[in-house]
């Protein structure tokens, strides 16, 4: 599904953000990105998205060259894609249900969908009796529930998930992770990029290792190992 290609991104000159980095990312695996600060990992789900052009390498999407998609034609592609970011990014002077259902409307959604899709994903995240809070309203919990629902709501074939749950108390976070995890086993690739040594070691899940740019561990069913 998703492939990087002997990828690199350099700002400015001489500031490396990743190097030579190959990824190969199959339909409905789960795979947790893990490296301290500055290794790369959001320079990478970025890039996915298009909101960064790499300096060299290709990144496919099914097939579809990513870094090679005109700029006309990049909606299709995030269509594809769910993002989920540390800070929400909610729209303040909407309730839950508006912000989920904005997402919607700017994809073209009809109307008889919205009002079907989004009480569906909202029931989905737990949130049915919040629909009508506004985000301050809410929890910080409650909020990424949200902003997982907006990302989930236009049924992307993939969630790119950035620190997630690097806000939350524990029984929070381990509430979004395990939530993400339901979401990935009805289908939902999950990419999800996090400092937390304990989801991840609880997880069992794919562990992708990147340290100064480079990708230097992958496996299947790894840990939290930094070097």
Same mark, same amino acid.
């Given at each position: 599904?998703?492939?990087?290609?002997?990828?690199?991104?350099?700002?400015?000159?001489?500031?490396?953000?990743?190097?030579?980095?190959?990824?190969?990312?199959?339909?409905?695996?789960?795979?947790?990105?893990?490296?301290?600060?500055?290794?790369?990992?959001?320079?990478?789900?970025?890039?996915?998205?298009?909101?960064?052009?790499?300096?060299?390498?290709?990144?496919?999407?099914?097939?579809?060259?990513?870094?090679?998609?005109?700029?006309?034609?990049?909606?299709?592609?995030?269509?594809?894609?769910?993002?989920?970011?540390?800070?929400?990014?909610?729209?303040?002077?909407?309730?839950?249900?508006?912000?989920?259902?904005?997402?919607?409307?700017?994809?073209?959604?009809?109307?008889?969908?919205?009002?079907?899709?989004?009480?569906?994903?909202? &029931?989905? #995240?737990?949130? *049915? $009796? =919040? /629909?009508?809070?506004?985000?301050?309203?809410?929890?910080?919990?409650?909020?990424?529930?949200?902003?997982?629902?907006?990302?989930?709501?236009?049924?992307?074939?993939?969630?790119?998930?950035?620190?997630?749950?690097?806000?939350?108390?524990?029984?929070?976070?381990?509430?979004?992770?395990?939530?993400?995890?339901?979401?990935?086993?009805?289908?939902?690739?999950?990419?999800?990029?996090?400092?937390?040594? &304990?989801? #991840?070691?609880? *997880? $069992? =899940? /794919?562990?992708?290792?990147?340290?100064?740019?480079?990708?230097?561990?992958?496996?299947?069913?790894?840990?939290?190992?930094?070097?």
């Amino acid at each position: 599904m998703i492939f990087f290609d002997n990828v690199s991104k350099i700002y400015n000159h001489h500031s490396v953000a990743l190097k030579n980095v190959t990824l190969k990312v199959d339909p409905k695996d789960f795979i947790f990105l893990v490296g301290s600060s500055g290794a790369g990992k959001t320079t990478l789900l970025k890039l996915l998205i298009r909101e960064e052009q790499p300096t060299d390498g290709k990144i496919f999407l099914d097939g579809v060259e990513v870094t090679n998609t005109d700029v006309n034609d990049l909606h299709m592609i995030r269509r594809r894609v769910g993002t989920v970011f540390q800070d929400y990014k909610l729209l303040p002077t909407k309730t839950a249900y508006e912000n989920i259902s904005f997402v919607m409307e700017a994809a073209g959604r009809a109307d008889a969908e919205i009002e079907e899709d989004v009480p569906e994903v909202l &029931e989905l #995240v737990g949130l *049915s $009796d =919040k /629909r009508d809070n506004f985000p301050h309203q809410l929890s910080g919990g409650e909020k990424q529930r949200v902003a997982i629902a907006r990302a989930l709501v236009n049924r992307p074939d993939v969630i790119l998930a950035d620190e997630p749950t690097g806000d939350l108390d524990p029984i929070n976070t381990l509430e979004i992770i395990k939530l993400l995890q339901k979401i990935n086993e009805l289908g939902t690739t999950i990419v999800l990029s996090t400092h937390n040594k &304990e989801i #991840v070691n609880s *997880s $069992d =899940k /794919r562990v992708v290792l990147l340290d100064k740019g480079e990708i230097i561990s992958d496996k299947e069913k790894g840990k939290y190992l930094l070097i």
